[in-house]
């Protein structure tokens, strides 16, 4: 073939096929936003190829996502991307995106530029991810002077980042607690449309969007209809308690053991309020140390302040284990009440705070009080 052939066969719209692969969630905490690929196909090339803007694999792991991680685009033949997620039992969606032979060709070179660069990128979940990457690179296709309008959005897109977090893991309670605990004050602020857009709702956000030209002349931006590549697979039913049973049992057990110590039914030294006690203050030190290692050491805009940080960091724990022998070190229970009532009663002003998560700190003020009193009670009778 010709150079001459070669452009007259580029200029066919089939030539060459440009898709986005929606993979739907999966229960995983770290994997309920889904994941996301662009397909480029030239059937006369005998070429097809993902490419999926990801975590450097040879450093990844579960939690590569809350720190500083390359990340990049590379290649990945069809078949080999549709089996990975066909062995993870995930369900795929295929989508066309209504380009020009110029655009798509615009689109397969910008992003084999990337695959060049390697993992020359910093991972970020909110603003640098599989999603956000992909629309990037897609507008950075378009001819000049094209622009991509949207239309009528997924309720979920008019919110912030937490909103779409929310919304996606209806039916994964501890995913949601973990991103809601983890994405500090910047997941509430309302950011451009292109980065709160997640595999989920890629084809809902843009079945009604359109590319205009300079002369205002309109396409839609899919061309056909969704095509499901991969059924999704029937979903296993959960079989661990949800975040409110399992602290609205916590809270009962504290009210109650609380209650006893206080009546002097059971000892202070008895071993259900030592039990209690210690796995209150282990608890706390292990998800403050977490917030404050996240606030101090990741590089990731959500995690730069969060709320959480006030009752949940390792400064009780360390208190303790260098005062507590001490006479005045009771008042530290009373002063530890105070500051924990204060967020209680400010955390409604927080979209961060909710019910189920203020829950363990409830726990925390009782057993505070509940020390304090008794410290109290004691000194009187002395």
């Not at 006369?44 to 490419?51: E, K, M, P």
């Not at 039990?275 to 209150?280: C, E, K, P």
Request: glycine share 4%.
């Amino acid at each position: 073939m010709t150079n001459q052939d070669l452009q007259i066969a580029a200029s066919d719209s089939i030539f060459i096929t440009a898709s986005v692969l929606c993979v739907e969630p999966a229960s995983v905490f770290y994997s309920i936003h889904g994941h996301e690929a662009i397909r480029l196909q030239c059937p006369s090339a005998g070429l097809d190829y993902c490419f999926t803007f990801e975590v450097n694999p040879a450093r990844i792991s579960q939690l590569s996502f809350l720190t500083t991680s390359q990340a990049g685009f590379r290649a990945i033949d069809y078949q080999s991307y549709i089996h990975k997620f066909s062995s993870e039992k995930r369900g795929v969606q295929e989508f066309v995106l209504n380009l020009s032979p110029v655009e798509k060709q615009n689109l397969w070179k910008i992003i084999d530029d990337y695959v060049d660069d390697g993992m020359a990128y910093q991972f970020d979940y909110m603003n640098c991810n599989c999603t956000s990457e992909c629309i990037h690179v897609i507008k950075m296709a378009l001819d000049e002077g094209v622009e991509l309008q949207y239309g009528d959005l997924p309720k979920a897109l008019t919110g912030t980042h937490r909103t779409v977090v929310n919304s996606m893991s209806t039916q994964s309670p501890w995913s949601a607690l973990f991103w809601n605990f983890t994405m500090g004050t910047q997941g509430d602020q309302m950011s451009d449309i292109d980065y709160r857009i997640s595999p989920f709702y890629h084809h809902q956000a843009w079945r009604n969007a359109i590319l205009v030209d300079g002369e205002g002349q309109q396409r839609p931006m899919i061309k056909g209809e969704l095509h499901q590549v991969i059924e999704p697979f029937p979903k296993q039913q959960s079989h661990y308690p949800s975040p409110l049973m399992t602290f609205g049992t916590l809270l009962l057990v504290t009210s109650c053991v609380s209650a006893l110590q206080l009546l002097k039914i059971i000892k202070d030294s008895s071993l259900i309020v030592r039990v209690l006690d210690g796995f209150l203050l282990m608890a706390q030190t292990v998800v403050g140390c977490y917030l404050v290692s996240l606030l101090l050491f990741s590089s990731l805009p959500a995690t730069t302040w969060n709320w959480y940080v006030i009752p949940y960091n390792p400064l009780p724990a360390l208190l303790w284990f260098c005062y507590h022998r001490r006479s005045w070190f009771g008042h530290v229970y009373g002063v530890y009440s105070l500051l924990l009532t204060a967020f209680l009663l400010i955390s409604p002003l927080f979209p961060q705070t909710n019910l189920v998560m203020c829950l363990p700190v409830v726990c925390l003020l009782i057993r505070c009080i509940a020390i304090s009193i008794n410290n109290h009670l004691k000194t009187q009778t002395k």
